[in-house]
């Protein structure tokens, strides 16, 4: 789930555009006045979005961005003039005075990019450890032995009584060592 953090030194501001991004759908995690309390916040989930001005009473918006945790990315609201300083940061940003169909549309978009980041992630295969390696490389050579299987094989073999059984390819492995 994409989590939301608005940060605005004047917390109407931030009640204003939680209410108008709620009212399009959104679902805001926090609404903070600093920055500190925004980091924070960030520190306790797993990536998102952070909504915020120029600047805060503790930081300034790059100091926060610096500070927030990997999977986070930032969405600036501020002036043509203070956005000019920040080209080339990186940073997305909605210039003032604020039109409610930009931020939301801005939002639409990060949000999209950000699901498809996630899935991508959890696609990535986990690298595993020399142990469960290990025990993988010994069932398939019980099933190449006993069952004169070549290593691709006996590979396939716990691969697709893995997906079969609807356990990963480890407890397949470690299941084959038990019962062979």
Do not use: W
Request: aromatic content about 4%; overall charge positive; charged content about 25%.
């Amino acid at each position: 789930m994409l989590s939301i953090i608005i940060i605005f030194p004047k917390i109407e501001d931030a009640n204003n555009i939680k209410t108008l991004l709620v009212r399009s759908g959104f679902e805001v995690h926090a609404v903070c006045t600093t920055g500190a309390q925004a980091i924070s916040v960030a520190n306790g989930l797993d990536g998102g979005i952070v909504i915020c001005g120029y600047r805060m009473p503790d930081m300034h918006c790059m100091e926060i961005n610096n500070y927030l945790p990997v999977g986070f990315e930032m969405l600036l609201i501020a002036s043509a003039a203070r956005l000019a300083e920040l080209d080339g940061s990186g940073i997305m940003s909605v210039s003032m005075p604020l039109k409610a169909r930009e931020l939301v549309g801005t939002l639409q978009m990060m949000a999209q990019r950000y699901m498809q980041r996630k899935r991508r992630e959890r696609q990535k295969p986990k690298m595993r450890s020399e142990k469960e390696r290990a025990v993988i490389e010994e069932a398939k050579l019980i099933l190449m032995q006993r069952n004169r299987m070549t290593e691709e094989e006996a590979h396939r073999y716990i691969q697709k009584n893995s997906m079969d059984s609807g356990v990963n390819l480890l407890e397949m492995a470690e299941m084959i060592i038990h019962m062979l």
